[in-house]
């Protein structure tokens, strides 16, 4: 037997009129059959005989499904099913729509030639559904005998133009009935001025629910207080949506996610409002009006706190710093993050979810370190799980499984990067014994200025996606050298004492320009240099690596056009002989070449950060020679967009042969 067949109709319908009855106000102008059922405090009909259910079913041509045969049973029809269907179809009214609205048409228009069953289905059932909506705010319900369970069971579309929704389908008639449940649970909910308070039996349960939800939430079990809390929207309890979306965010579901009625509430704003304006800023596209539309009921002081939230976002310089102990983590967690290292960053701060407390009741999950420039690329949807699952906020519970970290060991990874997003040619420098902030000195020239910047060292930018940090150095005004090679690299920790200078988008290789900064950057310690190009359509495959102690060059090779060219005496596990054997075969001599670099020298770069986070940006001095007589070049200077027209390219004369 199923659900829809044993269901006990008369409670379910009894208490739905109660609830309706009570709702009403004493100022509310209502006809006759409303008074009468609002007196009677029942919204139905009397059953209906089952002789008269047969000679419906035989006008009809078809025995009904069972969920509406028990429905009939009990109240023959039924009034304000919802809050835009008035009169339902009982034995007498119920009748084949036979496309009587011509909407079958209308939607066959909208139909590909590859439509599929659920696109025929929003056509077929104009021609075939059988209509039960008597009165209504233009909104059709339509059982489709076509669509049947196991159980006999028919399924009911319900459309409305003005919704701008395709055909919502239900799986039976009990089901429809229990959506107009809770339709009309979620209209009363929003009571206007004067208005009676809507409380009885179903909300005291669902608001039951959401606090059972809540503490669930807090000792890890997110799963079961996201259902609870599902559950609860649909009937639209207050603050059912703004707790649910923070766990929603948490797992990346970021759609439609607006934390309603909490967001604007000065006491949650503070770790909401950022994660709301980052998502408004990656979508906006400089368009702010729907950031205003999802703060109704802001006042100007939360307006303003928006705003201003929003540009830090944009400019990358907000900053997540929650207080306490969590805090302190926090800080801590940024740090590294700051450097490359986005797992340690992680292990550092869900480690202090324990000690998290929230703002007040409604506060489910930190949230606001999503908006933060260093804290929010650590997030995946695994992370997110593993973040919800940890008890918090004074609560006690199982903790999870860590996640896997995001980072390989050493190098190797960069021979398999990721489909459109890895780098093809790249660079990077290894330097033992310095700290990250450090490289500048070592790497650029500071007479003429280049890499000066704001960050957290001497010549460092603020952190920045590779994609932002090109943009900015585009953007500004600058004289450019077509002999020049400068590199726009991000800096960081590489493991074992080293760091790191990478860039992920290199210039083609010239040898014979070629100046290794090896020597530069290994005053006074060791540094590495590698160079690769083995999948880039610029030319054809090379691979350079070149080792300098205390500002000397040691060793160093390069594969290019077929050929090594070595130099100094090369350790063996980084003998090129062992590596380029017979035809250049790709990542297949790749990975293990860097594989023997890492092991070489105890070094790896975090792949997580270099592809997806952000990281501190300095230009280097130029990788190539300056030029010779005779060698001409050209010079590219420009403006930003903002201060005028771009000067354009001038070509000058620089010597003998100048182009």
Not at 84 to 97: K, N, P
Not at 315 to 328: D, H, K, M, N, Q
Not at 525 to 548: D, I, K, N
Request: proline residues 7%.
């Amino acid at each position: 037997m199923s659900e829809s067949t044993a269901f006990d109709w008369r409670p379910f319908l009894l208490e739905w009129s109660g609830e309706w009855a009570d709702s009403l106000s004493g100022d509310d102008t209502r006809g006759e059959d409303d008074e009468s059922a609002r007196q009677a405090r029942w919204l139905g009909f009397p059953p209906a005989s089952e002789e008269r259910i047969a000679a419906m079913e035989e006008r009809l041509g078809r025995r009904m499904p069972p969920s509406y045969r028990e429905f009939l049973k009990v109240s023959d029809g039924w009034r304000h099913a919802g809050g835009f269907v008035w009169l339902l179809a009982g034995t007498q009214e119920a009748r084949w729509h036979d496309d009587e609205s011509g909407l079958a048409d209308e939607f066959e228009e909208y139909l590909d030639e590859d439509a599929g069953p659920e696109e025929l289905q929003e056509v077929e059932i104009w021609r075939r559904g059988l209509q039960l909506d008597v009165e209504s705010d233009a909104v059709y319900v339509l059982m489709d005998p076509e669509d049947v369970d196991e159980n006999g069971e028919w399924a009911v579309y319900t459309w409305a133009g003005w919704r701008a929704a395709p055909p919502e389908r239900h799986a039976n008639f009990l089901e429809f009935m229990r959506e107009m449940h809770r339709e009309f649970h979620r209209l009363r909910a929003r009571r206007g001025e004067g208005e009676p308070a809507f409380v009885n039996d179903t909300t005291r349960e669902q608001d039951s629910r959401m606090e059972e939800a809540r503490l669930e939430a807090l000792r890890g079990g997110w799963e079961r207080a996201a259902a609870l809390l599902d559950e609860a929207k649909e009937y639209g309890r207050p603050r059912a949506a703004g707790l649910r979306d923070q766990i929603r965010r948490l797992l990346g579901k970021t759609y439609m996610v607006y934390f309603e009625e909490l967001v604007t509430d000065p006491l949650y704003a503070p770790e909401l409002l950022p994660s709301l304006v980052a998502e408004h800023a990656a979508h906006s596209y400089r368009d702010d009006s729907t950031l205003k539309f999802h703060l109704r009921g802001a006042d100007d002081d939360l307006e303003s706190l928006a705003y201003a939230t929003l540009d830090q976002v944009r400019s990358g310089t907000y900053r997540y710093a929650p207080a306490g102990r969590f805090g302190e983590a926090v800080e801590r967690a940024r740090e590294l993050a700051r450097w490359g290292d986005g797992d340690g960053a992680w292990r550092t701060l869900v480690d202090a979810v324990p000690l998290w407390e929230p703002l007040g009741p409604d506060h489910l999950v930190p949230l606001g370190w999503v908006a933060d420039p260093l804290l929010g690329p650590l997030l995946t949807p695994e992370r997110g799980r593993e973040l919800l699952s940890t008890p918090r906020g004074g609560q006690t519970g199982e903790p999870p499984v860590p996640t896997p970290g995001l980072d390989p060991d050493g190098l190797a990874w960069l021979a398999v990067p990721d489909p459109g997003n890895g780098p093809t040619s790249y660079r990077f420098v290894l330097v033992e014994g310095v700290e990250p902030q450090e490289l500048p000195e070592r790497l650029s020239d500071e007479e003429d200025g280049t890499g000066a910047g704001n960050g957290g060292g001497t010549g460092l930018d603020e952190p920045s996606t590779s994609q932002e940090a090109r943009r900015r150095s585009l953007g500004g005004e600058g004289e450019f050298s077509s002999y020049d090679d400068r590199a726009l690299m991000a800096v960081g920790r590489a493991g074992g004492g080293w760091s790191f200078a990478f860039d992920g988008d290199a210039a083609p290789f010239g040898r014979q320009r070629f100046v290794s900064p090896a020597a530069s950057a290994g005053a006074g310690t060791r540094a590495v240099v590698v160079w690769c190009g083995l999948r880039t359509r610029r030319g054809e495959p090379f691979f350079h690596l070149s080792v300098a102690r205390n500002g000397v060059e040691q060793y160093a090779f390069t594969y290019e056009d077929g050929e090594v060219r070595r130099s100094g005496e090369i350790p063996e596990a980084l003998d090129p002989d062992r590596f380029f054997v017979g035809p250049w075969r790709g990542a297949e001599a790749e990975r293990p070449l860097l594989e023997a670099v890492a092991g070489e020298f105890g070094v790896g770069l975090p792949r997580h950060a270099i592809l997806r986070g952000r990281l501190h940006t300095f230009t280097t001095r130029s990788w190539t020679r300056p030029p010779r007589d005779g060698e001409g070049y050209m010079v590219i200077r420009t403006r930003p967009i903002a201060s005028g027209p771009a000067d354009g390219v001038r070509t000058e004369d620089d010597g003998p042969g100048a182009a």
